[in-house]
């Protein structure tokens, strides 16, 4: 524990590890989130907390849509490539295997245990460093049935991204 009880309390927080994906006519790309949530029944939607400076903020304001991909705990290794920034690996696409969703064309990444595709309905200055994004879903799959308990967390790869 440290001294500061907000950010102790913020850790302590279970999230899952999920990959955003996003595209344009003529980029795309993975980046890995944890600040997912369902935000409404009727209209289906989807809140993201997403960094500003980040490049796939970019990329979402462009193209409007992005996908999010679920993963299972077995495929930890599938995702964790994509944790480094387009900056720092700018690569990171030539790598990446995929396929292109129908409805929004952002990539779905291989060996997902399902996506949903959201188009951006809107994206909110919160006054931090970080947006919040929020989009309807209009298409998803699942490749690989599972429970909740079954997928991809923070704390089940030991990592915290909170504070």
Known sequence: MSSDKAKDALEMMPYGFYSITSCTDDDANIMVAN?????????????????????????????????????????SELITPFTKSRN?????????????????????????????????????D???????????????DVMKEGMPADMLTLPKLGWSYAG
């Open 88 to 124: 720092k690996k700018p690569e990171k696409m030539e790598e990446a295997s995929y396929s292109q969703a129908p409805v929004t064309g952002c990539p779905v990444l291989d060996g997902a245990a399902a996506y949903i595709e959201c188009r951006v309905i809107r994206i909110i």
């Open 35 to 75: 600040w997912v949530t369902q935000a409404s029944f009727e209209p289906r939607l989807i809140a993201l907390g997403l960094q500003q400076t980040s490049y796939t903020h970019g990329l979402i304001e462009k193209g409007g849509s992005f996908a999010v991909n679920i993963f299972k705990q077995e495929d």
């Open 126 to 140: 919160v006054g931090g460093d970080h947006d919040i994004v929020v989009g309807e879903v209009v298409g998803a």
